[in-house]
């Protein structure tokens, strides 16, 4: 089941491990020392990354990393991008605002 990368992200475990694999890549055993679950339970959300393809695992030996996947991110910022230019635009007036109440109270 190919899940969606919105909610991959709703989850503040999921995020955190994004977090720290943007960092370097890590196995989950090592991810699952930052966590206060089990390591089957980190388990289960880098597989829920994995499936919307924020997450790609390499075989390094007998071990697997998994790494943040760069371009899956992409998708995210678009997405939050048409909010951003929104707060831009409600600041820019609220500065505005401000500018003119301080120019009145001179």
């Known amino acids: 089941m190919r899940r969606d990368v919105f909610q991959a ?3 503040p475990t999921r ?3 994004l977090s720290l694999i943007a960092i370097q890549a890590m196995t989950p055993n090592a991810l699952a020392e930052h966590f206060e679950i089990s390591r089957q339970g980190v388990s289960n959300h880098i597989q829920i990354l994995s499936e919307c393809e924020l997450v ?3 075989q390094q030996g007998r071990e697997i990393y998994y790494k943040l996947e760069i371009s899956k991110m992409k ?5 939050l991008e048409q909010f951003r ?6 600041f820019d007036q609220l500065d505005q605002v401000l500018s003119t109440l301080k120019k009145k109270k001179k």
């Not at 998708?75 to 997405?79: A, G, L, R």
């Open 85 to 90: 230019k929104i707060w831009e635009t409600r």
């Open 75 to 79: 998708e995210i910022d678009q997405w």
């Open 9 to 11: 992200i709703a989850d």
């Open 56 to 58: 790609k695992q390499e």
């Open 15 to 17: 995020r955190a491990i």
